[in-house]
């Protein structure tokens, strides 16, 4: 599986974005999609994750405010930031992981300003 994620950028605090993440190869029905961020010297931390039937956790941090979907028929997994935070910079992972496996994509950097 290959995941392609994009969307990152600069934003003001009090801003938006939305991170996309695309998955291509055997990716099979069942699979759960996530999004995890990592700020200089801190863990990897799950931010949201998504299951093929839907359900969704989100980490108490950004838990009304960011919203994680997929779209099923392009295997794509979306992150919408709002009212981001400085707190919440640092560069965001898509995670795919099935049956088979558990697969990263190449991060992409946000930055919120204050």
């Known amino acids: 599986v290959q995941l392609q994620a994009s969307g990152g950028g600069l934003v003001q605090a009090g801003g938006s974005l939305r991170l996309a993440c695309a998955a291509s190869?055997?990716?099979?029905?069942?699979?759960?999609m996530a999004w995890y961020r990592q700020a200089p010297g801190k863990q990897r931390d799950v931010v949201a994750s998504?299951?093929?039937?839907?359900?969704?956790i989100y980490a108490d941090s950004v838990k009304g405010r960011f919203t994680i979907s997929r779209d099923y028929a392009k295997n794509t997994v979306y992150l919408q930031m709002s009212g981001l935070k400085p707190e919440d910079a640092a560069v965001y992972y898509c995670?795919?992981?099935?049956?088979?496996?558990?697969?990263w994509g190449q991060g992409t950097l946000v930055t919120v300003s204050s």
């Open positions: 995670n795919f992981r099935n049956i088979r496996g558990n697969y």
């Open positions: 998504i299951e093929s039937d839907g359900s969704t």
């Open positions: 190869g055997r990716t099979f029905s069942y699979n759960v």
